[in-house]
């Protein structure tokens, strides 16, 4: 399975941008996928998921300015990201856990894109 994560770049304060991660490989479905976030010297913090079930969880820092959302046909999800700060700035990961048509379960990650918010 891998995971193309895409749309960062630089934006100034207050604007948007919209991440896409698509999931592609051998014949899986996606149980939870969401997005991921690494800034410069901290630890990688959840940002948002969602379940198979559109059930979805935000990080307290971006509630009410991010939107997830994912499309299961095909196997991509999107995260909109509204009133940008610059302490958003941070490598963004996608990650999802996969169930075969074995049963069996697996979590991956995507590589990161770059989201650099100006003041």
């Known amino acids: 399975v891998q995971l193309q994560a895409y749309g960062g770049g630089l934006v100034q304060a207050g604007e948007s941008l919209r991440l896409s991660c698509a999931a592609s490989?051998?014949?899986?479905?996606?149980?939870?996928i969401g997005w991921y976030r690494q800034a410069p010297g901290k630890q990688r913090e959840v940002v948002a998921t969602i379940t198979s079930g559109e059930s979805t969880n935000y990080a307290d820092s971006v509630k009410g300015r991010f939107t997830i959302s994912r499309d299961n046909a095909e196997n991509t999800v999107y995260l909109q990201m509204n009133s940008l700060k610059p302490e958003d700035t941070a490598v963004y990961y996608c990650?999802?856990?996969?169930?075969?048509?074995?049963?069996?379960?697996?979590?991956?990650w995507g590589q990161g894109t770059l989201v650099t918010v100006s003041s």
């Open positions: 990650n999802a856990i996969v169930r075969f048509t074995t049963g069996q379960t697996s979590r991956y």
């Open positions: 490989g051998s014949t899986f479905s996606i149980n939870a």
